[in-house]
């Protein structure tokens, strides 16, 4: 990979498209920190503990806890891309679209990110209010004043949504591709950092708080460390697994054009492991989180206890029917993308036209059944393995990873502070240390699927270009 970038560096071309990228993704990062007018969200953040809300400020790049110009982040862009893909299944007028006019495709998508941005602005609107994080003229007007305020709110979190998606447009058109996922990209590795901040705070902290008691802080050490090498582990197999490809041998027939002989060589159809990437991951979360991010922009919490109440705290993160949720829409979805991205008839016919023939597989129909058949062996093992890499760090991060933590704290606390153990850690800050790592570690399934989904397909377009700039023909 660096020797990748190191020759992609040294191309001219190449090298603008990159500047530019990184140009484009710095006006991004500028914008997660602008202000909205009328609104201060100093501490909105910590409403979202434990929420799904969580989730979508970690995508978000943490504007959407500090409700800044773009605090709904690519959310209204990927929910539209979902919609469409859906319906041009159904229909099969927009179908041919999407297929035949990609232009007008894009001008659809378009449309609908703005009308999803425009409801998601006003639900955030309400969000923002109910939190007392408006400022106090925005909230005392009376009658058209109080419109005036909402409808500018409203407006700067639109505008921010739109120019988001013209971003990753300009991206994709004068940058290295794939626009929205740098910018997911560019999100996710900003909250990198406050991680391990997190993570030595949490080692200093217990070594502060145990009158300077090294075993204690050994202890908090050990268990960062192996922390950091289970993360770097699961980084390496998702890696490992992506790669990963099962191989069709074909075996191609001799044929004589004019005086020369072509064919009689065996070559092989790769189908990738995970051939569908980190889309099924994306948009199983999106349906999933949308009933509880629809509650939480009502102002509903898991504190309340009415029925709205009873089902966001059914539906939340750390509950039983997000995790089963999301593992059964994962495995849906992975089949969904396979079929709409692969078909078996087509590569049959491709195969059979160029003379090639599976070994102990009649040409077409027979070649399209068996690779239908392999094709879906394959897909039900990657959507197993998207499931687990993403559900696995939900389950483990409230049940598992929170309690160790809590016991290797709580338990390191000396009781001659005359403080029960829970409240001594409240007092310094401890508590919202702990959580804001395990939330972090939670969603980092997906969030890791997302990085290196996005750091591979990235380099593989830069391999892709820099072959056609280097290829120099038949010599």
């Known amino acids: ?121 006003i639900g955030y609107y309400f969000l923002l209010k109910n939190g007392g994080a408006l400022t106090n003229a925005a909230t005392s007007g009376e009658g058209p004043v109080w419109w005036l305020y909402a409808i500018v709110i409203i407006a700067c979190y639109c505008a921010g949504a739109s120019m988001i998606m013209w971003l990753g447009e300009r991206i994709n058109e004068k940058g290295i591709g794939n626009g929205i996922s740098m910018i997911l990209f560019a999100n996710i590795i900003s909250s990198i950092p406050s991680f391990f901040y997190n993570l030595i705070s949490l080692v200093v902290s217990t070594y502060s708080y145990t009158n300077n008691t090294w075993a204690y802080a050994l202890v908090s050490t050990v268990f960062a460390i192996l922390l950091i090498a289970a993360i770097v582990a699961l980084f390496m197999f998702v890696i490992w697994v992506t790669g990963s490809e099962r191989r069709i041998p074909i075996q191609y027939a001799k044929r004589v054009v004019g005086r020369k002989m072509y064919g009689g060589q065996s070559s092989n159809l790769p189908i990738k492991l995970n051939m569908t990437g980190v889309m ?38 750390d509950g039983v029917i997000y995790p089963v949720s999301l593992f059964i829409l994962i495995i849906a979805f992975a089949y969904f993308y396979t079929q709409i991205s692969f078909d078996p008839i087509e590569v049959s016919n491709n195969i059979k036209r160029q003379g090639g023939i599976i070994p102990g597989i009649r040409q077409g129909r027979p070649t399209a059944e068996d690779i239908k058949k392999i094709l879906g062996k394959i897909t039900l093992v990657g959507a197993l393995f998207l499931g687990i890499v993403a559900v696995l760090p939900v389950v483990a991060g409230p049940h598992i990873l929170q309690p160790i933590i809590k016991w290797l704290v709580y338990g390191s606390i000396p009781p001659s502070v005359g403080l029960d153990a829970a409240t ?15 939330s972090i570690f939670t969603f980092g399934g997906t969030t890791l699927l997302i990085i290196v989904g996005v750091v591979l397909e990235t380099f593989r377009e830069l391999e892709a270009q820099l072959t056609m700039r280097n290829y120099k023909g038949f010599l």
């Open 1 to 121: 990979m660096l020797q990748t970038l190191k020759n992609a560096w040294k191309t001219k071309e190449l090298k603008s498209k990159i500047i530019f990228t990184l140009f484009i993704l710095l006006i991004y990062r500028i914008g997660t920190v602008i202000p909205v007018p009328f609104v201060e969200a100093n501490d909105f953040a910590n409403t979202f503990s434990g929420t799904i809300l969580d989730q979508m400020n970690i995508l978000s790049g943490g504007s959407l806890g500090t409700a800044t110009l773009f605090a709904l982040g690519v959310s209204p862009y990927i929910n539209a891309s979902i919609i469409l893909q859906l319906l041009a299944v159904v229909f099969p007028r927009l179908g041919e679209i999407a297929k035949n006019d990609k232009e007008k495709m894009n001008f659809i998508t378009r449309i609908v990110t703005i009308v999803l941005a425009l409801i998601t602005s």
């Open 280 to 317: 099924p991951v994306i948009f199983a979360s999106s349906i999933v989180s949308l009933i509880p991010t629809i509650l939480a922009l009502c102002g509903v919490t898991e504190a309340d206890t009415g029925f709205w109440g009873t089902v966001s705290r059914l539906l939340a993160a």
């Open 424 to 438: 001594y850690a409240s007092i310094f800050g401890l508590d919202s240390t702990i959580e804001g790592m395990a």
